[in-house]
């Protein structure tokens, strides 16, 4: 197979993880005889800097063509002390999702087992979490009408969904749920929200087609509650944009290893991978950033394009990797660590 | 001193541990020479079935004519499993929240050294939490416009803040903190909604009033994630209305004993107490719902009407209560539990 795959490295610690998932791929892509062609594109501060704009019309063209995007991070913390920069790294994300048609975030979390006493919560009560957060990506009041009014001293945002978004959003939780523990959780604020209303009519009106599924409908203050308390209760949640946001960051926690937390950006052309864990400036050009969750990432992007076999030897490789000791300082415990880069060159010639 | 306290009771377990907060402040009152003037009125799925409305109008002119607000909890499943119903529980508490002006809702959470094996977050990460969150409760997405275009196939709710609001929210953050730890932590979303953008312009306005007070801006998906991390970071937290609404119930997590958060919701003229658990209907009627985050609320109470030592009498008496080992069920691990009604009496007569 011959793929094309945009490369997005971004800012802070991207370019050092893009550079070892690119490294594997390459490996996986040699053993299983396939041919990858990466198109590198600026994006974030980066391309701030070099063209003044943080989602540029080319790299947009280069994410477009592509099979599929494999995305490292944005953000500088230059932006996040001046509120008031005209231009800034996240609207590029934002631009991104909604030019790529990215409308469902995917967020596995689960533990890995040699890993899990790094949580700060109890080994007893995460042991086997294995959920999926489903985030809608392109709407919700992300994408609303904002402004100010009243001389500037009220301000206004639009939360708004339309039925086809959610449909869209929830039919892919109710395939995912199929293929999993056929428990889909609809997480919404529908006590006091019109929209959550709509999205609980919508997801209600779809059960009757996936009989096999178990549906369940939560309120976001409780489920924030109650992913802390008991994680293992979800399986499948299905959310809307701004609950997404805060939920898969909080879920991010659970496992205790943000470092190995890999993620999509599902469209319905293109998809995009990215490790959930940021830019992370502080480590940046130290090569000391765990690449784990890009590596993942990859593996996510491979099975996606219906290569699940080059996708199981990446989380094989990853799984050795941890067991012999492989690792970047984060996952050292003190004891001998790994830099970034000697960790992908490790992963790559041991898959 | 002569007090007139609305009682709301509510739902579900709301009058078993109201009872106890009763014969609790009733032996305060005793020890310090108060008189207490206890005026019930209807709320919640009870008034509905009463008078067909979940804030009537006599309740809402007995609670503006006290001195103080106890409430129980407002809830039912019998309206949870029916999302059309016209009249809901909720509803009652939204209105009552904004005929009362009860801009203010106050969440400690702090941990009991007895207790704090309970959490299902590890020891070191919790000891010694001690943080307050405060959230706007008459504003944001939760009052403003909201309904349904294009044949009901979009939903819209409109979040929206004016200056004054969030000036009176962080006027109380701010008094707050310096009574405590002097670090004030602004918790929003200013990289995509405006409204966010207005609570920090705001804020940062406010700042030169307080030169003694640590003012920083975080956004609500890192503080769902580092509140679950590391809790001890924060002493002061305020935020918009369904933030808010999402990281008090997941701070509530943090102690492992929701039975024992006590809240108030303040106002301009009145206030109002009530325990954080909400309406528990399993429990309802059994006798073992766990009285002393209503306690503890009554304490609160107290303490808003400058009757701190009243409030600190109550304090004690609760730690001597769980010290002892008179405690219900839900604190009694395996061993001898007591009653809801048994817990008030005894902690009534060891005042
Ligand atoms: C940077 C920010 C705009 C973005 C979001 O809120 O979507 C980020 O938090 C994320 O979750 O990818
Ligand atoms: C019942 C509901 C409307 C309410 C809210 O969202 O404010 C509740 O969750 C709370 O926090 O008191």
């Keep these: 197979m011959k793929l094309n795959i945009a490369l997005l490295a971004g800012d802070g610690i991207g370019p050092e993880v893009i550079d070892q998932a690119v490294k594997v791929s390459n490996a996986v892509a040699k053993k299983f005889g396939h041919e990858i062609n990466w198109t590198p ?11 003044g704009e943080p989602y540029p019309d080319e790299t947009h063209e280069v994410c477009a063509n592509a099979d599929a995007v494999l995305f490292g991070a944005i953000g500088h913390p230059r932006f996040d002390n001046d509120p008031s920069a005209k231009v800034r790294p996240e609207q590029g994300l934002l631009k991104m999702r909604q030019k790529l048609g990215l409308f469902a975030n995917v967020r596995p979390t689960f533990t890995f087992p040699s890993l899990i006493d790094k949580s700060p919560l109890k080994r007893e009560r995460i042991e086997g979490t294995d959920l999926i957060i489903l985030r809608e990506l392109t709407g919700g009041v992300y994408f609303g009408e904002r402004g100010r009014k009243d001389d500037g001293n009220t301000a206004f945002d639009t939360m708004t969904y339309q039925r086809f978004e959610i449909e869209r959003l929830a039919r892919k939780g109710f395939e995912m749920a199929l293929k999993r523990s056929k428990k889909l959780c ?7 929200l019109e929209s959550s209303r709509l999205w609980r009519e919508t997801v209600q009106n779809m059960e009757k087609e996936y009989p096999e599924v178990e549906v369940s409908y939560e309120f976001v203050d409780a489920v924030a509650m109650r992913l802390v308390q008991w994680p293992k209760a979800y399986d499948v949640i299905i959310t809307a944009n701004l609950f997404g946001d805060i939920l898969t960051d909080e879920a991010s926690v659970i496992s205790g290893s943000m470092g190995l937390m890999p993620s999509s950006s599902v469209g319905s052309k293109v998809s995009l991978y990215e490790p959930i864990h940021g830019s992370y400036p502080q480590a940046a050009g130290k090569n000391i950033a765990n690449p784990l969750a890009t590596v993942l990432s990859a593996a996510m992007l491979f ?27 984060d996952l050292a415990e003190g004891g001998k660590s790994f830099g970034t880069s000697e960790v992908g060159d490790w992963l790559a010639s041991n898959l």
């Design 186 to 192: 609809c997480v919404d604020k529908a006590n006091v």
């Design 303 to 329: 099975e996606d394009l219906d290569l699940a076999d080059e996708a199981e030897a990446i989380r094989a490789v990853v799984n050795k990797s941890l067991a012999e000791g492989v690792v970047t300082e």
């Design 41 to 51: 594109a600026l994006t974030g501060a980066a391309a701030i800097d070099a063209v």
